[in-house]
């Protein structure tokens, strides 16, 4: 049971969280992927739409958790078929809450074309000369941190290594007890110092994904939008900066444990510990701070223009939220329904950066094993 | 310094973006030495044509509003912008010909145009 209580708490709970409240924390000029007038976010179809959306999805999370609670005692015995079952239904799950989202674009479609005030504006575009001169991130340079930790662990396996048994665990069950091996060779005790390597470089092009993203500021509101961008990509630069440094840093307890005495008990709490308050902090990151920075509060309200329609560029996003737009040449840009950064997928680069991220992650396990 | 653009106009992109990084070095919005946003940058933020923001760039150049070194990147004239000469009195009288006989076309009086011109001369002074 302690094992389903820790997927509930650090996977279900906030993708439950995250999936329902959603259109509440995008910018106001979003809604379900459809461009619209900022006073329009107030507007009591809209809002009722929003609570129907949180709705749904609250009852599919509903439905997810029981199906969870029916089907797991029958397959406690076997760690496999769980985690079979447990793939499934949370795909069942992200299947369904796409399908009620594309139904809530298609109507939030079509409410716009009978509000012909909505796409009449001027189709503006705004941007600060300065805006790349000012400070977007913390430095990557924090992530010295994790790369000192992932190379202090590659010369101390190599240095213990006769101290290494032959065969070792690689994979504990919930109740500490291992559940996979491993024979020892050079790549096998490699393996997790190797990924640690692998995932300090992520964070660092993570970190410089959010300082290159496309400035995303809103015609009517320049300054206060501009701050606010730069608030948005400063905090989620920390936030990444103090996970990903955690995460690399606790993920040495398991390799430690190869050859010096640490009770695997205190790594697992370790790192489910650091999960569930990471997920904490990002949720609270998400509502205080909002998609590009739309909840946070700088200066007054006065000279905003809220029935000013930004550029609608509908027309470039693909069911709302893949963003295709061959003449624009910048590769991240804003998620239009969601928090954080996506890719223009009509630039090569995009599709380059994908497949090398994914091809990474699977090769560095397949040749090491 | 912020700059709009604006897709629906009849004016071209880059003429839009010129004449504003122009209006940006008047109004002191923009000042000599002053570092503008690499061709490519500028064209991601705006989403548009790396080709666009380029073509503005190589006629504000030629102007002399802004150097493009190759180091440096991209700045506003760091000795400020060439005084009017001849040329520039030429061209200027050029521009303003077809302006002004549109406007005496259409019954504008010199008062009232010579007025229009001091009022926008005032709101680059009072911007700066």
């Known amino acids: 049971m302690m094992g389903l209580m820790f997927i509930f708490l650090t996977v279900l709970i906030p993708v439950y969280i995250m999936t329902m409240f959603i259109p509440y924390w995008t910018r106001k000029t979003e809604s379900f992927g459809v461009t619209m007038p900022e006073d329009a976010y107030q507007q009591e179809n809209v809002r009722q739409m929003r609570r129907r959306y949180a709705l749904s999805t609250g009852v599919l999370s509903l439905l997810t958790t029981i199906g969870l609670l029916v089907m797991v005692p029958n397959y406690k015995e076997d760690d496999v078929v769980l985690g079979i079952v447990f793939a499934?239904?949370?795909?069942?799950?992200?299947?369904v809450s796409f399908i009620i989202y594309l139904y809530f674009h298609a109507q939030m479609k079509k409410l716009k074309q009978l509000q012909p005030g909505w796409s009449q504006k001027a189709q503006l575009i705004t941007v600060n000369t300065s805006f790349r001169k000012q400070k977007l991130t913390y430095s990557s340079l924090w992530y010295v941190i994790g790369f000192v930790i992932a190379i202090a662990m590659i010369v101390l396996s190599l240095v213990k290594y006769d101290a290494i048994p032959e065969r070792f665990a690689t994979q504990y069950d919930f109740a500490g007890n291992?559940?996979?091996?491993?024979?020892?060779?050079y790549s096998s005790v490699l393996m997790m110092p190797l990924m640690q390597v692998y995932m300090t470089g992520l964070f660092v092009l993570i970190n410089v994904i959010i300082a290159k993203s496309k400035q995303q500021i809103n015609a009517a509101d320049a300054e206060r939008s501009l701050q606010r961008n730069i608030i948005f990509r400063r905090r989620w630069s920390l936030f990444m900066?103090?996970?990903g440094n955690g995460l690399v840093a606790l993920l040495s307890l398991p390799q430690l444990s190869l050859f010096y005495d640490i009770n695997i008990k205190w790594s697992m709490w370790g790192i489910i510990?650091?999960?569930v308050l990471v997920v904490v902090a990002s949720i609270v990151l998400s509502i205080t701070t909002g998609q590009g920075g739309s909840k946070v509060k700088v200066g007054d309200a006065s000279g905003g223009d809220a029935s000013g329609l930004d550029r609608d560029d509908d027309e470039y996003w693909k069911l709302g939220i893949f963003y295709f737009n061959r003449n624009d040449p910048s590769i991240f840009i804003e998620k239009r329904f969601g928090i954080g950064w996506t890719n223009n997928w009509a630039h090569p680069?995009?599709?380059i950066f994908m497949i090398a991220v994914i091809g990474l992650a699977v090769l560095i396990p397949f040749l090491l094993s | 310094m912020f700059l709009t653009l604006d897709l629906e106009s009849e004016d071209p992109i880059y003429t839009q973006l010129k004449q504003q990084i122009i209006a940006g070095i008047a109004k002191k919005e923009l000042t000599p030495g002053e570092a503008l946003p690499s061709v490519r940058a500028l064209a991601s933020d705006l989403g548009i044509n790396l080709h666009t923001v380029n073509k503005?760039?190589?006629?504000?150049?030629?102007?002399g509003f802004i150097l493009i070194h190759r180091q440096k990147g991209v700045v506003v004239h760091p000795e400020g912008v060439a005084k009017a000469d001849e040329a520039y009195f030429q061209l200027l009288e050029k521009t303003l010909h077809p302006i002004i006989a549109e406007s005496i076309c259409r019954d504008v009086s010199?008062?009232?145009?010579?007025?229009?011109?001091?009022d926008i001369y005032q709101t680059y002074k009072s911007e700066a």
Do not use: N
């Open chain 1, 178 to 185: 291992p559940s996979s091996w491993s024979d020892k060779s």
């Open chain 1, 349 to 351: 680069v995009s599709w």
């Open chain 1, 88 to 95: 499934c239904l949370v795909s069942a799950y992200m299947v």
């Open chain 1, 273 to 275: 510990g650091f999960s």
């Open chain 2, 56 to 63: 503005a760039y190589q006629q504000l150049k030629q102007e």
């Open chain 2, 110 to 118: 010199e008062e009232t145009f010579i007025k229009l011109c001091k």
């Open chain 1, 241 to 243: 900066i103090w996970m």
